[in-house]
């Protein structure tokens, strides 16, 4: 059995009251230790290295340096999530590979799902030698320790990114692979899916209704279409 491992993190942000509601939500969950928080992001930078975090928190409008400069400098750090005010920054963001994007101010909801997501995402890394798929005519194998699950690929409803690995949601539980959700929609056996969000990949048929923010799928589950997918959505029930 694999347990969970402590989360090391940083928390960068030069706002002196946004710096310290950060450092007061993370001591919420135990299992994540703050290994410094800083208003410099060169402070930051030089530190980072010697600490080696596991997940990186930066406000993306900062004098000196910004965040995204900040992140392109710690891309070793496994995951980033980056708190800032200014929305339209997000698509910059997840192309520096950011793990969640917070918008300022955020509720402790909204801040218990991102470290949910961290911690799952930790855990996976952690046990990833036990996870592997092969694929075939119209079935997905999938290695869970020594056990091979067979899935029929019409039972998948939706995929979901997780940095690396996969999340494959069906009807009645998830399973996760180590391969990204860009890689996986590639191969042909999942050409019914389609891209819905940079998280998500929902199967065609499951989907029962959307509009330009949201998809709902046939088990009442309702995900997020990405700014940069509406037009694909559309195109499809055009066609």
Same mark, same amino acid.
């Not at 930078?45 to 400098?73: C, H, T, Y």
């Not at 991102?114 to 092969?134: C, D, G, V, W």
């Given at each position: ?151 029929? +690929?019409?039972? $998948?409803?939706? #995929?979901?990114?997780? =940095?690396?690995? /996969? ?5 009645? *539980?998830? %399973?996760?692979? +180590?391969?990204? $959700?860009?890689? #996986?929609?590639?191969? =042909?056996?999942? /050409? ?5 969000? *940079?998280? %998500? ?39």
């Amino acid at each position: 059995m694999i347990h969970k491992k402590e989360i090391t993190c940083i928390i960068v942000d030069d706002d002196l009251v946004d710096r310290l509601t950060t450092v007061s939500f993370m001591k919420e969950y135990p299992n994540f230790r703050v290994l410094g928080y800083y208003e410099s992001p060169r402070e930051a930078l030089a530190n980072a290295k010697s600490l080696n975090p596991d997940v990186l928190f930066v406000d993306i409008d900062m004098p000196e340096l910004d965040g995204l400069e900040l992140r392109g400098q710690l891309m070793q750090i496994p995951a980033c999530v980056f708190i800032t005010g200014f929305p339209e920054y997000a698509l910059e963001g997840y192309e520096l590979e950011a793990f969640d994007y917070l918008v300022k101010p955020f509720t402790s909801a909204r801040f218990e799902k991102m470290i949910n997501r961290l911690e799952e995402y930790f855990l996976i890394r952690a046990k990833s030698e036990l996870l592997s798929h092969t694929l075939g005519a119209d079935t997905i194998f999938i290695k869970e320790g020594t056990r091979q699950i067979k899935l029929q +690929l019409h039972e $998948i409803i939706y #995929l979901e990114a997780m =940095k690396d690995y /996969t999340s494959i949601n069906t009807v009645n *539980r998830r %399973y996760m692979i +180590l391969e990204s $959700i860009s890689h #996986l929609i590639k191969e =042909k056996e999942f /050409t019914n899916f389609i891209r819905i969000h *940079r998280s %998500y990949a929902v199967q065609k048929h499951f989907i029962k209704q959307y509009n330009s923010l949201n998809v709902m799928l046939a088990n009442n589950c309702t995900l997020p279409v990405g700014r940069n997918f509406k037009e694909t959505l559309q195109n499809l029930y055009q066609q």
